[in-house]
């Protein structure tokens, strides 16, 4: 279980290198810094690298305001793909 937390953390963080052009910080606001396109693109790098379908409501939900919550929201994705 532990190795794919890591995994998830380092792929979010490349997703965001890719994404943003830079790591933000745990405690920077993304509020304001990603907009949906962007939000999409990270969602289909997520998907494609960690094999996990997002839902819809994802685009929507307020996940994004920071890396770390970038980071739980695609753990607890995955935990539900491997747990069903």
């Known amino acids: 279980?532990?190795?794919?937390?890591?995994?998830?953390?380092?792929?979010?963080d490349n997703a965001l290198r890719?994404?943003?052009?830079?790591?933000p910080p745990d405690d920077e606001d993304l509020t304001g810094s990603i907009d949906s396109m962007q939000k999409l693109e990270l969602l289909v790098l997520l998907e494609q690298n960690l094999?996990?379908?997002?839902?819809?409501?994802?685009?929507?939900?307020?996940?994004w305001a920071s890396r770390s919550g970038i980071?739980?929201?695609?753990?607890?994705?995955?935990?539900?793909?491997?747990s069903s």
């Open 18 to 23: 890719e994404v943003l052009g830079y790591l």
């Open 51 to 63: 094999a996990i379908p997002f839902q819809d409501e994802a685009l929507g939900a307020d996940w």
């Open 71 to 82: 980071i739980g929201y695609v753990e607890s994705a995955r935990a539900q793909v491997g």
């Open 1 to 12: 279980m532990t190795d794919k937390m890591v995994g998830v953390t380092e792929q979010v």
